[in-house]
């Protein structure tokens, strides 16, 4: 679901791009970003979560990431 999402909200806007990466495949980037559980979404290297987490709070980290004011 959230990389569904990420990519829906990447096609919405040009300021977004969203990227699924599977984590067994790419060892050393899963242990840079401390990938113990999936699926993590990291936002601008500012936010982090795991987990399905509903819509709206999915968007609510995003624009946090994205620095906009709650």
């Given at each position: 679901m959230a990389a569904?999402?990420?990519h829906?909200?990447?096609?919405?806007?040009?300021?977004?791009v969203a990227d699924a990466i599977e984590a067994q495949e790419f060892p050393d980037l899963?242990?840079?970003?401390g990938v113990m559980?999936?699926?993590k979404t990291i936002v601008n290297?500012?936010?982090e979560f795991v987990g399905a987490v509903p819509?709206?709070?999915?968007v609510a980290h995003v624009l946090r990431?994205?620095?906009v004011p709650a």
């Open positions: 569904g999402l990420a829906a909200i990447a096609v919405e806007s040009a300021h977004v899963a242990a840079r970003y559980g999936v699926p290297d500012a936010v819509e709206d709070e999915f990431g994205a620095g």
